[in-house]
């Protein structure tokens, strides 16, 4: 296997499936079987799952609530959306812990790293939710981060797009799609990778990205394989 310890992110809009809002269970199911085969493969699995098919607080809040109220909404959209993967990984024989950045005992266990760190080692995927705990991050800030923590080999963003592009390949036609990058590229070009503060903790801390597209979740397994798919972003 390339990658022995891997940070997944899955957008919310993903586990809606062609309904753009809820629960798809047929994806969701796909994923969790994508998992379970990449941890039969012995690789251990941290997960984080945004909120966006329930609620995003930027674009659902904006200009109707105040902003840290609008964030506290999405980040329980990614709790209800952990508990619910949880729910599917253990009908897959896969054991999962659901750790939460906000205490919310009835849930969720509350994060630590070192709990972290021994549910991986034990086989278990540790599912992260309720993004960094604080608002004005999004989760995809709250993927690098927890990446770093676990000090996963990578990150593994599944998108709904194949990889990064030099332009919106569904506005432009021209657009480019690029196989490596680094950084400073994407930062200086603007490009829709992430948002600049999780690709700026990814490049202070020297974490490898691979952008690519969750339409197929057997995706997952090939990149953890060492298949060339989507981008990757790292140093040079």
Same mark, same amino acid.
């Given at each position: 296997?390339?990658?022995?310890?891997?940070? @997944?992110?899955?957008?919310?809009?993903?586990?809606?499936?062609?309904?753009?809002?809820?629960?798809?269970?047929?994806?969701?199911?796909?994923?969790? *079987?994508?998992?379970?085969?990449? /941890?039969?493969?012995?690789?251990?699995?941290?997960?984080?799952?945004?909120?966006?098919?329930?609620?995003?607080?930027?674009?659902?809040?904006?200009? =109707?609530?105040?902003?840290?109220?609008?964030?506290?909404?999405?980040?329980?959209? %990614?709790?209800?959306?952990?508990?619910?993967?949880?729910?599917?990984?253990?009908h897959h024989?896969?054991?999962? /812990?659901?750790?939460?950045?906000?205490?919310?005992?009835?849930?969720? *266990?509350?994060?630590?790293?070192?709990?972290?760190?021994?549910?991986?080692?034990?086989?278990?995927?540790?599912?992260?939710?309720?993004? %960094?705990?604080?608002?004005?991050?999004?989760?995809?800030t709250g993927?690098?981060?927890?990446?770093?923590?676990? *000090?996963?080999?990578?990150?593994?963003?599944?998108?709904?797009?194949?990889?990064?592009?030099?332009?919106?390949?569904?506005?432009?036609?021209?657009?480019? =799609?690029?196989? %490596?990058? %680094?950084?400073?590229?994407?930062l200086a070009?603007?490009?829709?990778?992430?948002?600049?503060?999780?690709?700026?903790?990814?490049?202070?801390?020297?974490? +490898?990205?691979?952008?690519?597209? @969750?339409?197929?979740?057997?995706?997952?397994? /090939?990149?953890?394989?060492?298949?060339?798919?989507? +981008?990757?972003?790292?140093?040079?």
């Amino acid at each position: 296997m390339k990658y022995k310890r891997i940070l @997944l992110k899955v957008s919310g809009e993903a586990l809606a499936g062609d309904g753009h809002r809820g629960l798809d269970f047929t994806v969701i199911h796909e994923v969790c *079987e994508a998992i379970r085969q990449c /941890r039969d493969l012995g690789v251990q699995v941290g997960l984080v799952i945004g909120g966006g098919n329930f609620w995003r607080g930027v674009k659902d809040g904006a200009d =109707k609530m105040q902003r840290s109220h609008g964030d506290a909404m999405g980040m329980l959209a %990614t709790v209800m959306n952990s508990i619910a993967v949880a729910d599917a990984l253990e009908h897959h024989g896969v054991e999962a /812990r659901v750790l939460s950045a906000v205490e919310m005992n009835k849930f969720a *266990e509350y994060f630590t790293r070192d709990a972290a760190d021994r549910y991986l080692n034990e086989g278990k995927v540790v599912i992260f939710a309720a993004g %960094t705990g604080n608002p004005y991050f999004s989760t995809d800030t709250g993927a690098v981060l927890r990446g770093v923590e676990i *000090e996963a080999d990578a990150i593994l963003m599944a998108k709904n797009v194949d990889g990064i592009y030099s332009a919106d390949p569904n506005v432009d036609p021209t657009a480019v =799609k690029f196989d %490596t990058l %680094t950084y400073d590229e994407v930062l200086a070009r603007h490009l829709k990778a992430t948002d600049t503060t999780a690709m700026t903790l990814a490049m202070d801390n020297h974490m +490898t990205l691979v952008c690519f597209a @969750l339409k197929d979740p057997q995706n997952i397994v /090939r990149v953890v394989r060492g298949e060339k798919i989507g +981008t990757i972003v790292k140093e040079d």
